[in-house]
């Protein structure tokens, strides 16, 4: 299934494939949120999507059909009224109407304690959920970035023996590799 219709339905997008009337309206509401998703989101550069509203040879299921373009390839997914009736489907609304008016106007999401707090004003539960994954994902990365920072700093003093801190005193450092790849003390 199309991701972003997905985040519809949970957002709080209500489709009706009952009618020939409702699959169309049903189709235009969906095309209308996925454009106006693809806008809000431009710097991702999403493919364009085109939403129609189909029936089965003898008219009388409807779904809706949902086409991305990316690179010269085409995605579908495809609505059926059957989904509409599925457990599946219940769980996506139920999780939309929990959500409905959770998140209101001001609200923000906090992460972090004192001088470390971040802040990111929300209007959605979705960009809450957003935001926060963004910053854990940095967060996951500054380890690294910390001991990559580290050993520049090695490099640059010419202090490549591994550890942070003053240099070792004399004598410490015997049974120890010496920094040198091709050199050992004797006893190490």
Same mark, same amino acid.
């Given at each position: 299934?199309?991701?972003?219709?997905?985040?519809?339905?949970?957002?709080?997008?209500?489709?009706?494939?009952? &009618?020939?009337?409702?699959?169309?309206?049903? $189709?235009?509401?969906?095309?209308?949120?996925?454009? #106006?998703?693809?806008?809000?989101?431009?710097?991702?550069? @999403?493919?364009?999507?085109?939403?129609?509203?189909?029936?089965?040879?003898?008219?009388?299921?409807?779904?809706? #059909?949902?086409?991305?373009?990316?690179?010269?390839?085409?995605?579908?997914?495809?609505?059926? &009224?059957?989904?509409?009736? &599925? $457990?599946?489907?219940?769980?996506?609304? +139920?999780?939309?109407?929990?959500?409905?008016?959770?998140?209101?106007?001001?609200?923000?999401?906090?992460?972090?304690?004192?001088?470390?707090?971040?802040?990111?004003?929300?209007? &959605?539960?979705?960009?809450?959920?957003?935001?926060?994954?963004?910053? $854990?994902?940095?967060? #996951?990365?500054?380890?690294?970035?910390?001991?990559?920072?580290?050993?520049?700093?090695?490099?640059?003093?010419?202090?490549?023996?591994?550890? =942070?801190?003053?240099?070792? $005193?004399?004598? @410490? =450092?015997?049974?120890?590799?010496?920094?040198?790849? +091709?050199?050992?003390?004797? +006893?190490?």
């Amino acid at each position: 299934m199309d991701e972003e219709t997905l985040h519809a339905l949970v957002d709080g997008l209500e489709l009706n494939l009952d &009618s020939s009337d409702d699959a169309h309206a049903s $189709a235009e509401r969906l095309q209308a949120l996925l454009s #106006r998703e693809k806008r809000q989101e431009s710097r991702l550069l @999403a493919p364009p999507v085109t939403v129609t509203a189909q029936s089965d040879e003898a008219g009388e299921h409807w779904h809706l #059909r949902i086409t991305r373009h990316l690179h010269g390839n085409q995605k579908v997914s495809v609505i059926t &009224s059957d989904f509409l009736k &599925s $457990a599946d489907y219940r769980v996506l609304s +139920d999780v939309s109407q929990t959500l409905r008016g959770l998140v209101g106007e001001g609200a923000e999401v906090r992460r972090g304690e004192g001088e470390k707090a971040r802040i990111m004003p929300v209007g &959605s539960f979705r960009e809450a959920m957003k935001w926060l994954l963004a910053d $854990a994902e940095r967060g #996951r990365f500054a380890p690294a970035l910390q001991e990559a920072g580290r050993d520049e700093r090695r490099a640059a003093v010419g202090d490549d023996d591994g550890r =942070d801190g003053p240099p070792p $005193a004399e004598g @410490a =450092d015997r049974g120890r590799h010496c920094g040198r790849p +091709d050199l050992h003390h004797a +006893d190490g």
